[in-house]
Nanobody, 124 residues
C-alpha cells in the first residue's frame, strides 16, 4: 500500500503561481511514477502531469505545458507541482496518484493509489 497526502492548495489570483506537494509513504519502492490529476465541478478527472519516480522523465497535458512543472524529491518521497500563469480554468481539486507499473500515462485507471486532494481556486 502507498499512502499519499497532498498539501498547498490555496486561492490565488489569475496570473499567479502556486506550488502544491504530495508526500508518499508506505511501499514507495513499488512506485513507478507519480501523477497529478485535477477535477473541476461537473467535469471528469483529468491528468495534468506525471513523473517517473526513478529517472525523472515527465509528461504534461497540453493544457498546462509551459506553465506547470512537476518535480520530485526522492529523499523526501515528495512530488511537487509548480503552477505558474494560473488561469480561472485551472480551478479544481488537485489529486496526487501513484502507479506501480510502467509505462506510465495520464489515464486515471493506471493509478491504484490516490490522495484526498487539495483545492486550487484561481480568480480575478
Amino acid at each position: 500500500q502507498v499512502q499519499l497526502v497532498e498539501s498547498g492548495g490555496a486561492s490565488v489570483q489569475t496570473g499567479g503561481s502556486l506550488r502544491i506537494s504530495c508526500a508518499a509513504s508506505g511501499y514507495t519502492y513499488n512506485v513507478a511514477c507519480m501523477g497529478w490529476f485535477r477535477q473541476a465541478p461537473g467535469k471528469e478527472r483529468e491528468g495534468v502531469a506525471l513523473i517517473y519516480w526513478g529517472v525523472g522523465s515527465t509528461l504534461y497535458a497540453d493544457s498546462v505545458k509551459g506553465r506547470f512543472t512537476i518535480s520530485r524529491d526522492n529523499a523526501k518521497n515528495t512530488v511537487y507541482l509548480q503552477m505558474n500563469s494560473l488561469k480561472a480554468e485551472d480551478t479544481a481539486m488537485y489529486y496526487c496518484a501513484a502507479a506501480v507499473r510502467a509505462p506510465c500515462t495520464l489515464a486515471t485507471e493506471r493509478y491504484p493509489y490516490w490522495g484526498q486532494g487539495t483545492q486550487v481556486t484561481v480568480s480575478s
